[in-house]
């Protein structure tokens, strides 16, 4: 049986993906969920629904305490695990209950993805020269300058720019560098 997974984004990222449903479906996205259209109920409770019982993993990318547990009640009693990703303001708790735990639901942080800088920066960079890893579609705008620096952090906050590239070396984005 396949597993589940389910992804929490920040407004602003989630829209963009949403308006992308196709670049979404190709990265194997099946089913976007907008919390303002769930009629009420909690996303968890949708997502228990949609997944008959829960998700087997939930990546929380978001930073809000409210949202990592949300994140915990939409993964599957028993064995479902809760990946926290974002990072939440220093001293904030998360409020979960202790009985999803006792019942076999599990909570881990992955700072920066859990990677070791130095044996998998170099390895990442290596897939993406040779076309292993696509990294590109994420590139929504690029910039010529560091003057235009505050417009790409517009875009980003906007919602409207998934990934800006700010080319200190105007001549460098047309060389491809």
Request: charged share 20%; aromatic share 8%.
């Amino acid at each position: 049986m396949a597993k589940k997974f389910v992804v929490f984004l920040q407004e602003s990222i989630g829209l963009f993906v949403m308006t992308r449903l196709d670049a979404g479906k190709r990265m194997g996205i099946t089913d976007f969920i907008n919390p303002n259209d769930t009629g009420g109920k909690a996303v968890s409770e949708v997502v228990r629904e949609m997944t008959g019982g829960g998700a087997d993993y939930c990546f929380e990318c978001v930073g809000s305490t409210s949202v990592m547990a949300e994140a915990f009640q939409s993964s599957r009693m028993g064995w479902g695990k809760t990946i926290v990703l974002g990072v939440a303001g220093i001293g904030e708790e998360i409020a979960i209950p202790s009985h999803g735990i006792l019942r076999g639901r599990s909570v881990v942080g992955s700072l920066f993805g859990g990677i070791k800088p130095k044996n998998d920066i170099p390895m990442l960079a290596q897939k993406y020269l040779d076309k292993e890893l696509e990294l590109d579609e994420f590139i929504t705008h690029q910039m010529t300058g560091f003057h235009e620096i505050n417009r790409a952090l517009e875009l980003l906050t906007q919602g409207t720019s998934l990934r800006c590239i700010v080319w200190m070396d105007e001549g460098a984005k047309g060389n491809g560098v």
